[in-house]
C-alpha cells in the first residue's frame, strides 16, 4: 500500500475506527475479549441424522442466540455486529448512508435450509433472489443503514473477508474512500457441516500446532469492521499492508513446503518497507489440520529466521471460514488495544517437524507490528500486517 | 477520484442462450489450455476457457492480478450438494462441495496460466464485472500489479425451468451461459467515454453479467487496443476510446 501513497504523494493511514463481532466468544466485542481471557471456549455438539450415518459434528456458535436452525437469526446476528461497529464509530448519517460494503463470505449459495437458518424469510418479500448469499447479506445491511453505497462481495473461500479488507484498505488509500464498512458472514448450517465431513476434515477438538492435531473444527460468526482514513501517526490499529496469491498445489491445500505463502510474505514485507525482525508477533490462521499447520509451520521458518510468538486464535472461535478475516482481526485488535497477545488453548504437545511453540498463555503486546495469516480452499493466501499504536 | 485509463490488450467473449441444451465447450476448452481437465464443473470449463483464450498470444506478466466476477457462481454444484442433502438425504459429494466455491475456478486460472500475483473472485449482482473492474484498478493504482485479467462467468442450472425458479426468472425468460474477459494494463493517455447508446445489445437481456458481456461483445468486435476502461466515480468503469 505505501508504493500509491508514494505516487500520490499523500501518505493516508487507515485505521480500523469501529467494530462488532457475534462469535462462539460472545456477542460484543468487549464481551469477547473479556472471555478470551478466561480460556479455550467449548463447541457445541451437532448431531446430523438424516443423511445417512447419524454423526456428532462440533460446531462453536454464537452463546446465548437463537437456535441454529430459528429463522430471522442471521438477520439478528448480522445487524447487530454491524450497528455494534457503526455505533463506535461515531460517522454521521450521511457517511453511514454512503458507505461502501464489502462483503466477505465463502458461501456463494446459501444452504437450501438457509431459508430457515440463514436467511429471514422477510428478506424474499421484498425482491431478493433467496439463492444468492451475499446479494442477502448485502440488502441486510444496506436496509439496515439506510445505504445506498457502492458493495463488493468477496469469494474466496477462507481469506474472503481478509480480502475485502484489504480492498477496502487500499481503496482508501487511494483516496477513492474516506470511510469502508467490512462485513464477514459465516453461519452454521447443513451445508457447510456436510461438505467439511465429506472431506474427512472435522476432528473432535481444535488443536493449533499440536503434535495430535486432527482436524479442523467449524465455528460460526460475524464481524463488522469499519475502516477509515487517518494520519500515520494515529492511535488505534492500522492496517499497514496485504496481499494475496494462489498456490496451485492442490485445490484443498497448500504446498506443505511453504514456499508460495512465504513468497507472498516477503512480497508484501518487501513492498512495504517492513523487515520481518520488526514484526512483533504472528497471528496463525492455525486451523489444526494437519497439513495447514504443517505449511505454516514451514513459512514462518522459510521468513522468521527467529520467529516472534506465534499465536491461533481458532479454539477460542472455531473455524468461521470466509469471516475468520474480520473476525480474528477483531480479536487481536481488541486484544492489542488492550496490551494482551492471546493464548492459544489446545496446544498441548510440540511436534518436532513443526517446531513451533504458539503462546502457551497470554502475555503482554506493546505498539508495533504484527502478522495475520489466512489461508483457504482454491490455495487463497492472504497476508496482512496491522500496527498497534497507543 | 482519480485513476488512470487501463488499456485493453486483449479480449475474449462467449455467450450462449440455451436452446434444448448447452453445446459441449470440451474441445474448445482443450485448445487453448496446457492440461487436460477432468472433475472440472461446467463454472470452471467456462473460467478457464475465457481466460485462457483471452490470454492466449499474450505475455502475462507473473504479478498479473486475476480478478474473477460472477453475479450467480457456481450455481450447478451448489444445487448438487443441496439436491444430496435435502432431496437424497445424503452426504454431498466432496467434489461438489469444493465446486461450490469460487475460490477453485480461481484456483485453476492461476495453476492453468501460472499467475502469482493478487487473484480475488468478487460479486455485485448484475454489476460484478464493474465490481471487478473497481478492484483491479485499485491494485493497478497501487502499483501492486502491473497488469489484470479481469473476466465475469455466468452458468445456468438445467432444465431451465429450474434456473428460473432459483433466480426468480419469468417463465419467457430465455437463460444463458457465458464467460467474458479482457487483459489490461496502464496507459496514460487519456480516453473519451463510449457512448452507452453503443454498447446497449438486448440480446444480452436479463443475463446476469450484462455488463461484461455488452463491454466485451463490444470490444471484440473492434480494434481492441484502441479501447480501455477508467473510472467515472465510485466503483463505476466506463468504456473509453483511446483513438
Known sequence: ?390 | MRARVMRCTAVSHYFHRLEGEFPSIDGRLAAVTRERYRRIDRFVQLTLMGAAECARKHALSRDCGLYLSSGVGPITSNVLVQDAIHRDSRMPMPFSFVNTLGSSACYHVAKELDLAGEAVMVARGSASFSAALTCAQADLESGIVSQVLVGAVEECVLPAERHRALLRMGADVTVAEGTHWMLLEPDEREGVAVHDARLVNADFDGYESRDAARLTSFVAGHDKTQFGIVMNGPGKSVLVSLE
Open chain 1, 1 to 390: 500500500m505505501p508504493e500509491a501513497s508514494a505516487k500520490s504523494g499523500v501518505k493516508p493511514g487507515v485505521i480500523v475506527r469501529g467494530m462488532g463481532l457475534s462469535c462462539a466468544l460472545g456477542v460484543g466485542v468487549e464481551a469477547c475479549f473479556t472471555r478470551l481471557q478466561q480460556g479455550a471456549v467449548t463447541p457445541i455438539p451437532w448431531t446430523i441424522s438424516n443423511l445417512g450415518d447419524a454423526f456428532t459434528a462440533p460446531v462453536y456458535a454464537v452463546p446465548g442466540t437463537p437456535p441454529l436452525d430459528m429463522p430471522g437469526r442471521a438477520v439478528a446476528l448480522i445487524e447487530g455486529a454491524v450497528r455494534e461497529a457503526i455505533s463506535a464509530s461515531a460517522l454521521t448519517h450521511a457517511e453511514i448512508a454512503a458507505l461502501p460494503l464489502f462483503i466477505g463470505t465463502s458461501a456463494f449459495s446459501l444452504d437450501r435450509d438457509a431459508t430457515r437458518v440463514n436467511v429471514d424469510e422477510s428478506t424474499a418479500a421484498i425482491g431478493v433472489q433467496p439463492v444468492i448469499a451475499h446479494q442477502q447479506i448485502t440488502l441486510i445491511v444496506q436496509r439496515l443503514l439506510g445505504n445506498s453505497g457502492q458493495s463488493f462481495a468477496f469469494q474466496t473461500a477462507c481469506t474472503s473477508s481478509a480480502n475485502a479488507v484489504l480492498s477496502a484498505a487500499r481503496m482508501i488509500e487511494l483516496g477513492w474512500y474516506e470511510h469502508a464498512l467490512v462485513v464477514g458472514v459465516e453461519l452454521a448450517n447443513l451445508a457447510t457441516i456436510a461438505g467439511f465431513s465429506s472431506l474427512q476434515l472435522i476432528a473432535t477438538e481444535l488443536k493449533p500446532f499440536d503434535r495430535n492435531r486432527q482436524g479442523i473444527v467449524l465455528g460460526e460468526g460475524v464481524g463488522a469492521v469499519v475502516l477509515s482514513a487517518a494520519s500515520r501517526d494515529a492511535t488505534g490499529l492500522h492496517i499497514r499492508a496485504g496481499g494475496t496469491n494462489i498456490d496451485s498445489y492442490r485445490v484443498t491445500m497448500s504446498n506443505p513446503d511453504g514456499v508460495t505463502i512465504a513468497e507472498l510474505q516477503q512480497r508484501v514485507l518487501k513492498r512495504s518497507g517492513i523487515d520481518a525482525s520488526e514484526i512483533a508477533g504472528i497471528k496463525a490462521h492455525g486451523t489444526g489440520s494437519p497439513m495447514n499447520d504443517s505449511g505454516e509451520a514451514a513459512v514462518i521458518h522459510r521468513v522468521f529466521p527467529k520467529p516472534p510468538p506465534v499465536c491461533a486464535l481458532k479454539s477460542y472461535l472455531g473455524h468461521t471460514l470466509g469471516a475468520c478475516g474480520v473476525n480474528e482481526l477483531i480479536v487481536m485488535a481488541a486484544a492489542l488495544r488492550a496490551g494482551v497477545f492471546p493464548a492459544t488453548p489446545g496446544f498441548d504437545e510440540i511436534d518436532p517437524a513443526l517446531n513451533i511453540v504458539p503462546t502457551r498463555v497470554a502475555s503482554v503486546a506493546g505498539d508495533g507490528l504484527y502478522l495475520l495469516n489466512y489461508f483457504g480452499f482454491g490455495g487463497h493466501n492472504t497476508v496482512m500486517i496491522v500496527e498497534q499504536r497507543s
